[in-house]
Nanobody
Framework: QVHLVESGGGLVQPGGSLRLSCAASGSMFSIYAMAWYRQTPGKRRELVAHIFAGGNTNYADSVVGRFTISMDNAENTVYLQMNNLKPEDTAVYFC??????????WGQGTQVTVSS
């Protein structure tokens, strides 16, 4: 089991930036990918960005050009740099690790609020 702890959320004005961090610990083997998801009340959790073990990334269309996912393998930490934030980016952001056959783990989430 992997333990994930997110940080870096908060209140920011439209057009501002935040960087989310997700520190992973525990059984760090067979990691296929790590990802950031987000969820707003009454809606399904949606994928924001993926980073695969080989370094490839993909993004939701709504964040392309504004968000960047990266991973520090030495620190077992995945980041989400969010620029030019919009009110519609307001959500609870969750970190996820996919270990294929061995399952997946989630963090507790961090709130991001974009408002003037």
């Amino acid at each position: 089991q992997v333990h994930l702890v997110e940080s870096g959320g908060g209140l920011v004005q439209p057009g501002g930036s935040l960087r989310l961090s997700c520190a992973a610990s525990g059984s760090m083997f067979s990691i296929y990918a790590m990802a950031w998801y987000r969820q707003t009340p009454g809606k399904r959790r949606e994928l924001v960005a993926h980073i695969f073990a080989g370094g490839n990334t993909n993004y939701a269309d709504s964040v392309v050009g504004r968000f960047t996912i990266s991973m520090d393998n030495a620190e077992n930490t995945v980041y989400l740099q969010m620029n030019n934030l919009k009110p519609e980016d307001t959500a609870v952001y969750f970190c996820n690790v996919d270990q294929g056959f061995y399952g997946a783990s989630w963090g507790q989430g961090t709130q991001v609020t974009v408002s003037s």
